[in-house]
């Protein structure tokens, strides 16, 4: 007698085939909703930044190596200041250019 073979669909090749089917159209899925994390862009810093907030980081940061190289400030000043100039450009320009707090005038 010949061994009895099983009738279940779910082990016939047709099934295991879809099965594969399925699970490799997951795992594209997954990768192209994160195909940002998994090929990040080439571009540079500056290239996703708000304009703005570049331009007012430049001109902190020049402000502070001007003092630094005047002899004004200590070094761990110039440090300190480059971090509160970031965070007031920050407000200001968010660097995701998503909005901020308006500019106040200066009396």
């Known amino acids: 007698m010949s061994p009895r073979r099983s009738t279940n669909f779910a082990d016939t090749r047709t099934a295991k085939a879809g099965a594969v089917l399925i699970l490799a159209a997951s795992l594209s899925g997954l990768a192209y909703l994160n195909r940002d994390l998994l090929l990040p862009t080439d571009g540079g810093r500056e290239s996703s930044l708000n304009p703005e907030f570049v331009a007012c980081l430049d001109e902190r940061s020049g402000h502070v190596d ?5 002899g004004t400030i200590s070094a761990e000043q110039a ?12 407000a200001q320009y968010p660097p995701d ?3 901020g707090i308006p500019a106040q005038p200066r009396p």
């Open 97 to 99: 250019g998503s909005g």
């Open 66 to 70: 001007q003092l630094l190289a005047d």
């Open 79 to 90: 440090e300190s200041f480059r971090h509160r100039g970031e965070a007031l450009c920050a």
